[in-house]
């Protein structure tokens, strides 16, 4: 088995090829090539501590090749901000399409971060009208950052602005991209998302941090921070004005706090949720249909994008040399000592 650490994932995966995988992957899902069942959810002791197993069975090769099984865990610990760390750690496990070894092991908090991100680009690239040019990022974290790099790609920026809860945080930020991209800090959700053509909402928040009243029409909107049913970036009368689409209905219609809360207030029924971004892709739903239609991307991460991007991330590994390799497996007496 191949072991790929945080540092060795973040070099061998580009923000444009994690871009072109997440279009893969959405197109699979949605064309019904995939086998995923929901996320399990395990609550731990902490508040807010939880570990999510995502298993899916996906197609190899651009969707041509023999199916494999792959599957992400991850924990949520929200004890490790304080302590400098990410607050979400865990492995994506790769199996022989063949044998159903273990063929790899890879960091998936890069993994999360690169492709989560670039699932948003996707997004933004069939939601947000072509003459987008301001983009306002809500948040300071690693989804912030790489949301900055991802969306730009697709829509490249005249402005971007940031804002956080810690204003050092947003200023921080901002100063990484000073030589690569026109970001600012903004001391206020207001000032950021004023006229802003694309809004990228990658918070902790637990309580809505947007509001209808200050989204202009033919904005899009990237609803990334709120997965989980108790919590929600956006409120209700947002997103009872937007167009709303997501990664998996199915899932956005169990987890996602964004629509849960406005769906138990009776604002609108499940039809609400207009389709997937995979069936925009082929074609089997409208994305944005008029120029002044608020557009809102619900993000929940689907296991397929974790899988698609960590064969992706195992391919240029073992085609470089690089990784560990480590054996699992074996003859029934190796390593007994006799």
């Known amino acids: 088995m191949l072991t790929i650490d945080a540092a060795t994932v973040r070099r061998l995966y580009p923000m444009a090829r994690a871009i072109e995988d997440m279009r893969s992957a959405f197109t699979l899902f949605s064309s019904g090539r995939v086998r995923q069942p929901q996320r399990t959810i395990t609550p731990g002791d902490a508040e807010g501590e939880v570990l999510a197993t995502m298993p899916a069975h996906v197609p190899l090769g651009a969707g041509n090749g ?35 070894e273990p063929r790899a092991m890879l960091d998936a908090t890069v993994i999360t971060e690169i492709r989560t991100a670039a699932a948003s680009a996707v997004a933004t690239g069939v939601l947000a009208r072509p003459d987008a040019e301001v983009i306002a990022v809500l948040g300071t974290g690693a989804q912030a950052r790489s949301h900055i790099e991802a969306v730009s790609l697709v829509r490249p920026p005249r402005e971007i602005r940031v804002w956080g809860r810690t204003a050092a945080h947003a200023q921080a930020l901002a100063a990484e991209f000073a030589d690569r991209l026109p970001v600012r800090a903004v001391p206020s959700v207001a000032e950021a998302v004023a006229d802003a053509d694309v809004v990228c909402t990658v918070t902790s928040s637990a309580e809505p941090v947007l509001d209808a009243a200050a989204v202009r029409p033919g904005t899009h909107i990237n609803a990334v921070g709120a997965v989980f049913p108790g919590r929600r970036e956006l409120t209700s009368d947002l997103v009872e004005r937007a167009r709303v689409l997501t990664d998996s209905r199915q899932s956005a219609l169990s987890e996602a706090g964004d629509l849960l809360f406005p769906l138990r207030e009776g604002r609108f029924g499940e039809e609400h949720v207009r389709g997937e971004i995979g069936e925009v892709l082929i074609g089997r739903c409208a994305g944005r249909t008029t120029k002044e239609e608020i557009t809102v991307f619900e993000s929940l991460g689907l296991a397929v994008q974790d899988v698609v991007a960590a064969w992706s991330v195992y391919d240029r590994a073992a085609a470089e040399g690089l990784g560990t390799r480590v054996r699992l497996t074996g003859t029934a007496h190796e390593g007994t000592g006799r």
Do not use: E, M, S, W
């Open 66 to 100: 023999p199916g494999a099984f792959g599957l992400k865990v991850i924990a949520v610990q929200p004890g490790n901000i304080a302590k400098g760390l990410d607050p979400h750690v865990g492995v994506v496990l790769l199996l022989d399409p063949g044998t159903c």
